[in-house]
Antibody, heavy 120, light 110 residues
Framework: QITLKESGPTLVKPTQTLTLTCTFS??????????VGWIRQPPGKALEWLALIYWNDDKRYSPSLKSRLTITKDTSKNQVVLTMTNMDPVDTATYYC????????????WGQGTLVTVSS | QSALTQPASVSGSPGQSITISCTGTSSDVGGYNYVSWYQQHPGKAPKLMIY???KRPSGVSNRFSGSKSGNTASLTISGLQAEDEADYYCSSYTSSSTYVFGTGTKVTVL
């Protein structure tokens, strides 16, 4: 079955760079049509789509955060990494990674999420 | 891109039907048949309930249905049950080849 799990720091200081890793199993990111995305949710607020990387290394970013985000994949390790620069307290949120299946314009499997707090 | 607009809350009694709207623009909801809906219980990850406007993933109850007219998509929950009480988010593919989520709707079962 498909599973995803996020890992990374729980606390970062303002201006630092956040690096999150999504480790997955049950699918291959070399399969045509497959993608892995990142979504975040500040406490008590709505979901916000961040980035998506496809099997062919095509990358898509939220227009409002594009300058701060980088998404990469390591197919051999079954991992996707998201980096976000210049962190601010407003970036405090639960960060989720999720699987996008072939032929489906949605994410159908989600990780459990990881809470990242930005504070000095 | 701006978040899609959803009502903050919708409520209904057990057994009733409720509908949640999701309003975007011709650059997202109105331009593509790629609207999806997610259910999120407190402290849990979201769960995909509807994709491609009206398709249900395997295992999702047929009490959940989706539709779209112009720039507005809708999620209808029929035969409302206590377990349906949760937050619901819509999402759409956009003309920027990205995705955008809605503002979220809290469903309360009275």
């Amino acid at each position: 079955q498909i599973t995803l799990k996020e890992s990374g720091p729980t606390l970062v200081k303002p201006t630092q760079t956040l690096t999150l890793t999504c480790t997955f199993s049950g699918f291959s990111l070399s399969t045509s049509g497959v993608g892995v995305g990142w979504i975040r949710q500040p406490p008590g607020k709505a979901l916000e789509w961040l980035a998506l990387i496809y099997w062919n290394d095509d990358k898509r970013y939220s227009p409002s955060l594009k300058s701060r985000l980088t998404i990469t994949k390591d197919t051999s390790k079954n991992q996707v990494v998201l980096t976000m620069t210049n962190m601010d307290p407003v970036d405090t949120a639960t960060y989720y990674c999720a699987h996008r299946g072939p032929g489906i314009a949605a994410v159908d499997y989600w990780g459990q999420g990881t809470l990242v707090t930005v504070s000095s | 891109q701006s978040a899609l607009t959803q009502p903050a809350s919708v409520s209904g009694s057990p057994g009733q039907s409720i509908t949640i709207s999701c309003t975007g623009t011709s650059s997202d909801v109105g331009g593509y048949n790629y609207v999806s809906w997610y259910q999120q219980h407190p402290g849990k990850a979201p769960k995909l309930m509807i994709y491609d406007v009206s398709k249900r993933p395997s295992g999702v109850s047929n009490r959940f249905s989706g539709s779209k007219s112009g720039n507005t998509a809708s999620l209808t929950i029929s035969g409302l049950q206590a377990e349906d009480e949760a937050d619901y988010y819509c999402s759409s593919y956009t003309s920027s080849s990205t995705y955008v989520f809605g503002t979220g709707t809290k469903v309360t079962v009275l």
